[in-house]
C-alpha cells in the first residue's frame, strides 16, 4: 500500500522559512518524479515544484528563488525549503508521486502552510 505523509507545516510570519517533508512508503521513489502542489482556499490546486528521477528541477514562476525540492532516495523522503514565505503561500501542500503521465498519481493527505502579514 502506497503512503506519502507530509510535515512540516504550520503558521510563520511573511519573510520567515519552512521546510515540508514527505515521507513515502509502499513505493520506491527512485523510479517516481515527485511534485508539491498546493491549494488555497476557494483556488483551484497548483503545482509548485517538481523534482524527476534524473534530479531535474521545475518551479512555479511565483516561488522561483524561494523554494527548493530535493529528495533523499535512500531515506524515501522528499522535501521542500520554503524561504522569504509570503501570505499569497498561505495554502494546503501537498505530495505527489506519478511514475509517467500514463500511471494514476498517488497523493499526500496534505499540510497546512499558513503566512502571516
Known amino acids: 500500500q502506497v503512503q506519502l505523509v507530509e510535515s512540516g507545516g504550520g503558521l510563520v510570519q511573511a519573510g520567515g522559512s519552512l521546510r515540508l517533508s514527505c515521507a513515502a512508503s509502499?513505493?520506491?521513489?527512485?523510479?517516481?518524479?515527485m511534485h508539491w502542489y498546493r491549494q488555497a482556499t476557494g483556488k483551484e490546486r497548483e503545482l509548485v515544484a517538481t523534482?524527476?528521477?534524473?534530479?531535474?528541477?521545475h518551479y512555479a514562476e511565483s516561488v522561483k528563488g524561494r523554494f527548493t525540492i530535493s529528495r533523499d532516495n535512500a531515506q524515501r523522503t522528499v522535501y521542500l525549503q520554503m524561504d522569504s514565505l509570503k501570505p499569497d503561500d498561505t495554502a494546503v501542500y501537498y505530495c505527489?508521486?506519478?511514475?509517467?503521465?500514463?500511471?494514476?498519481?498517488?497523493w499526500g493527505q496534505g499540510t497546512q502552510v499558513t503566512v502571516s502579514s
Open positions: 505527489m508521486a506519478r511514475y509517467d503521465l500514463e500511471s494514476s498519481p498517488f
Open positions: 523534482i524527476t528521477r534524473v534530479q531535474t528541477t
Open positions: 509502499g513505493l520506491i521513489i527512485d523510479l517516481y518524479n
